[in-house]
């Protein structure tokens, strides 16, 4: 229930309407009051299943605003934002000494949000009129630290500088609910990014710490945004960005003896490369020997040899390591054969698909693609008896491969790569994929098979 004076007039939506849920609305009108009233009974409960969509976007919700019109909330922000991306002498000094040597405009447009990325420390405030007003540029530069509407107005700031068209854009990003534009209703928005004009389309950066120039992050992607250009707003649909990748590519020397010798690769891209830089960036000695310790623990008797990492502090290229290692008594030996297993295979998902029944649809954030290619080189005593068959399944959510091949010279090569092209799986359609990742699963367990000659 909502009691409000008799002069000002509440506007409210309801969300997701259930017709198994019904909701009675009232509204009466008592000693100069407005009342409204909404009531609903035996609601069912929702059994609650991991990577479901958000709840708030499954049952009904009551949203309730004083506002009449996007209107009056698109203007109010435009006075809080107004003059706040002027840049002073300073902010003009540095963008031009960060662009001096770059002739391409992109390449002036990443070295801007790499600085604002960087070096302006995210702090959160949001209380009172900062929780919706950025600082002003050149306080933001001074700090060097702020909230994503101060960063967002330093970059659109030294981005105007170079003559280069950026703009506010405000969101609700994949953590809240998605946005009711038929109610102008201010509080759904929670983050602010920034939008650059490009021809007739916007590219949308998000200057958030750890994140590479053109890796939106997973938060943002493909939600309706609220974009406030010149004195004018209007709303607009973020699209979605390049998928998150992981890449691998491993070479493993077999010795007579049993042992093997290991080149890992692997480098990251999107979300993968963000989460994972984040991490490394503030990393100990100890903490890297802790992860590289992960990563080879399937590995018998293990020394590691080496290891490599590109520079977490670089956004310029995505983050990759390299490990060289060996272990000692990889596989087992029954008479002349030798059972080489597949340590480095994973199925991804896999735990998603382990219950019987699913209620809830599968809601991702992004899309998701791993790609692994591993060249076994096997010694010249022994040739190969077995290796597993292929495993291929493709249809609108998935495309997943699996194939292992022979190659003169003794080498035996296999390429594995997953694609999950969907952000959302109907509930109807969980029994076929369990049974498919099951298959997999059964593929994943299989192990080459060599011969002494």
Same mark, same amino acid.
């Given at each position: ?65 004083s506002?009449?019109s ?30 001096q ?14 600085f ?21 540029a ?5 700090n060097?630290?702020?909230?994503? %509407? ?5 970059? @659109? =700031?030294?981005l $105007?500088? *170079?003559?280069? +068209? ?5 969101? /609700? ?37 750890y ?20 004195g ?9 960005y390049?998928?998150a ?43 890297? %020997? ?5 990563? @080879? =623990?399937?590995? $018998?008797? *293990?020394r590691? +040899?080496d290891?490599?990492?590109?520079? /977490? ?55 998701d693609?791993?790609k ?11 040739e190969?008896?077995y ?8 249809d ?15 080498v035996?090569n ?12 109907p ?27």
């Amino acid at each position: 229930m909502v009691t409000a004076p008799k002069d000002i007039k509440l506007t409210y939506l309801i969300s997701n309407k259930n017709p198994k849920i019904g909701i009675r609305e009232e509204i009466d009108e008592l000693k100069g009051k407005r009342i409204y009233r909404w009531e609903a009974k035996d609601i069912p409960r929702v059994k609650h299943e991991e990577d479901m969509p958000l709840i708030e976007d499954m049952v009904p919700r009551l949203l309730i605003t004083s506002e009449d019109s996007w209107d009056n909330i698109g203007s109010w922000f435009n006075g809080l934002i107004k003059g706040k991306t002027e840049p002073d002498d300073q902010i003009i000094a540095q963008a031009n000494i960060i662009t001096q040597n770059l002739k391409r405009k992109e390449d002036k447009i990443r070295a801007l949000y790499n600085f604002v990325s960087k070096e302006v420390r995210y702090i959160a405030v949001s209380y009172g009129n900062s929780g919706y007003e950025p600082n002003p540029a050149p306080r933001v530069l001074r700090n060097k630290y702020g909230d994503c %509407k101060d960063k967002a107005t330093l970059l @659109i =700031s030294m981005l $105007n500088v *170079i003559d280069v +068209l950026a703009f506010y854009a405000i969101l /609700p990003t994949n953590e809240s609910p998605k946005l009711e534009k038929d109610i102008p209703f201010l509080y759904q928005f929670d983050h602010c990014i920034v939008a650059i004009k490009e021809n007739d389309k916007y590219l949308y950066v998000d200057p958030i710490e750890y994140n590479l120039y053109g890796n939106l992050p997973s938060m943002d992607q493909g939600r309706d945004v609220f974009v406030f250009r010149n004195g004018a707003f209007q709303f607009e649909k973020i699209s979605r960005y390049p998928s998150a990748r992981a890449l691998a590519d491993i070479l493993i020397k077999l010795e007579e003896n049993g042992h093997i010798n290991v080149i890992l690769k692997r480098s990251f891209y999107g979300s993968y490369d963000r989460s994972i830089r984040s991490e490394f960036v503030t990393c100990t000695k100890e903490e890297y %020997k802790e992860f590289e310790d992960i990563v @080879i =623990s399937r590995y $018998n008797g *293990i020394r590691m +040899l080496d290891s490599q990492y590109s520079d /977490p502090f670089d956004l310029n290229n995505p983050l990759s390591m390299q490990f060289t290692f060996e272990a000692k008594d990889h596989g087992q030996k029954l008479g002349g054969l030798w059972i080489v297993p597949n340590k480095v295979f994973s199925v991804g998902e896999y735990e998603m698909f382990t219950q019987k029944e699913r209620v809830h649809p599968l809601k991702f954030d992004e899309t998701d693609e791993k790609k692994l290619h591993v060249e076994i080189r096997i010694p010249e005593s022994y040739e190969v008896y077995y290796i597993p068959e292929s495993f291929e399944y493709h249809d609108s959510y998935y495309d997943i491969v699996s194939t292992y091949s022979e190659t003169n010279g003794g080498v035996v090569n296999w390429d594995y790569s997953f694609n999950r092209k969907a952000i959302y799986i109907p509930s109807e359609d969980y029994q076929l994929l369990r049974e498919k990742f099951q298959d997999l699963i059964k593929h994943s367990e299989k192990q080459i098979v060599l011969k002494k000659r």
